[in-house]
């Protein structure tokens, strides 16, 4: 490659980095914008909502205040905001499903304030492990609570601290029984009732609640469970419920791409009692594959000649994958036509 060449390249990759970087200096230099409201404000927006037919966003894990996170984020905002461009079903409203600051700061709860204000839809949170609970209260209001949005109820449930307590579980049950009037129940929690990914040493599959709370969702015909925290996105079937991890919010992923740790949302959409999802996988920033991601995946690379699974988790070398949708119908349905 001749020289002029490859200096005329050199220049035109460091402009499309300053570009891709531009976003967030525009970002950094608003200044405080007005609040676009806390859970309640939010919910009581869609109360005029008719007709069985829409659509919501879902998303987690953007731990705003980190710069590498905010800008993803705004990058995922700006995709958000152009959903309805084709008008076909309203986007009624976007849930996140928790870790909505970096690490709990004032200041980082007013960068995700700032960055709520950018949606342009109402924006519902839960509480993740991340998010200061007095905090979380003064910026985004209530942490456990439920509301209906046409055909569909929705329960928001509280448990950054790992799993949900017998008085919990009694208001769980109660507002379970509230969704027989329901076409579609969805449940809303930061931490899945399972292990999302292999040989991490968070593992949920194994814990007594988890059990209580899948079986729970099955008896009452729970359409979907959105969870957040493992930073990645993963879908699994228990019983027939749908549980969706959906941790691709902003922070940057420290799962390989081909696992599920890329940055994303997911727009559901509601058709009377059919539930269908898409999920729309953002790519980051420009200037973040040089900063992070190409290390990333260059780390996990190496790793794997030696092991397998999470960084952070345990060394062995993974032979067979791990079943991945383990759908208990299945399992029962075949258990029962062998007795017979
Ligand atoms: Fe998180």
Redesign the pocket.
């Known amino acids: 490659m001749k020289r002029r060449t490859k200096t005329l390249l050199a220049v035109v990759i460091l402009a499309m980095l300053v570009y891709s970087f531009l976003p967030l200096v525009r970002f950094w230099m608003t200044g405080p914008v007005p609040s676009a409201g806390k859970n309640e404000d939010a919910v009581a927006k869609l109360a005029d909502n008719k007709g069985p037919y829409f659509s919501f966003i879902v998303m987690g894990?953007n731990?705003a205040g980190l710069f590498l996170n905010d800008a993803a984020t705004l990058k995922e905002i700006w995709h958000m905001n152009r959903e309805d461009r084709f008008r076909k079903a309203p986007i009624d409203f976007v849930i996140n499903v928790g870790?909505v600051s970096w690490d709990g700061e004032r200041t980082q709860f007013e960068a995700y304030k700032k960055l709520e204000a950018l949606i342009k839809y109402p924006v519902v949170s839960a509480l993740?492990?991340?998010d200061d609970r007095t905090l979380f209260k003064e910026f985004c209001g209530e942490k456990e609570f439920a509301f209906t949005d046409r055909n569909s109820l929705f329960i928001v449930l509280d448990n950054e601290a790992g799993e949900l307590s017998d008085a919990q579980f009694v208001w769980f049950e109660g507002q379970l029984k509230r969704g027989i009037d329901y076409d579609n129940i969805f449940v809303i929690m930061h931490k899945p009732p399972f292990s999302p990914y292999q040989q991490d040493w968070y593992n949920m599959d194994d814990m007594p609640w988890a059990y209580h709370f899948r079986k729970l969702c099955a008896q009452y015909k729970v359409r979907m469970v959105f969870c957040?925290?493992k930073?990645m996105f993963k879908h699994e079937r228990f019983d027939g419920v749908d549980y969706i991890v959906t941790?691709g919010g902003g922070?940057v992923t420290e799962i390989p791409d081909s696992d599920g740790g890329f940055l994303h949302y997911v727009r559901v959409k509601v058709n009377h009692d059919y539930v269908t999802y898409e999920v729309r996988r953002v790519s980051p920033p420009l200037w973040e594959y040089p900063v992070y991601y190409i290390w990333k995946e260059l780390v996990y690379w190496c790793r794997d000649l030696y092991g397998s699974g999470y960084i952070f988790g345990t060394n062995a070398k993974i032979l067979q994958p791990r079943t991945v949708g383990f759908d208990n119908d299945e399992y029962w349905f075949k258990k029962r036509n062998v007795v017979q």
């Open positions: 894990d731990h870790d993740g492990n991340h957040g925290h930073h941790g922070m």
